[in-house]
């Protein structure tokens, strides 16, 4: 049995770097992500299990790959009735590909972008379908702002310069309220937000454009 304060002093990494394609296909897995993302506090499968409306047995095997992958960690061990009661936590705060991994030079090419695209997609419809279903999200226009689905698919004309302004503002936008997101982890009257945003030089071109 691990010592009683083992839990309190595990501390997640800031990020975790994926540098190989098993351990993506383990991490794409939009159940496993959705096991991570419920981890980013402690927690053992019977709880996850019920947040994820699954019987336990259905989960082990997630748990222990992900353990095996170390995406998640065994934090502390307690016997509960007679029974030995396992809490994880997810490894890291964040994850991130290796650059390399999604470039046409690497073994398989355009693999590592496909399950990464596949599981991005996968999660993020989930998540949205569940939370509508549970009323978190309205669809009704008179709805408050935040409660609302924002839905855009963008497009835009700019030059090299205004394409790196764009970028490096819509980046230090994010990096602003993730440093404000951190800061409210202890607080208890935050709203939980989610996006996926997806930004990509296009090869389609309007009939009018040279």
């Given at each position: ?91 890291a705060r ?43 999200v309205k ?72």
């Amino acid at each position: 049995m691990l010592e009683e304060n083992t839990m309190m002093a595990f501390k997640p990494a800031h990020e975790m770097i994926i540098t190989d394609l098993e351990t993506l296909k383990v991490l794409a897995d939009p159940l496993r992500l959705s096991i991570i993302e419920y981890l980013s506090r402690p927690g053992t499968v019977k709880k996850i299990a019920e947040k994820l409306d699954k019987p336990p047995t259905k989960l082990y095997y997630h748990f222990n790959l992900l353990e095996k992958h170390g995406l998640i960690t065994l934090v502390d061990t307690r016997i509960v009735s007679g029974i030995i009661e396992k809490h994880y936590q997810a490894s890291a705060r964040s994850y991130r590909l290796q650059r390399g991994l999604l470039s046409p030079g690497s073994e398989e090419p355009g693999q590592g972008l496909d399950i990464t695209l596949s599981s991005l997609f996968a999660d993020s419809r989930n998540d949205l379908m569940q939370s509508i279903r549970d009323g978190v999200v309205k669809l009704d226009e008179d709805s408050a702002d935040i409660e609302r689905l924002l839905l855009i698919q963008y497009r835009l004309l700019l030059d090299s310069g205004q394409l790196h302004e764009f970028l490096q503002r819509l980046r230090g936008l994010l990096r602003e309220y993730q440093d404000v997101s951190d800061r409210n982890a202890a607080q208890n009257d935050t709203i939980t937000y989610k996006g996926l945003i997806v930004s990509y030089p296009s090869s389609r071109l309007l009939d009018d454009e040279g």
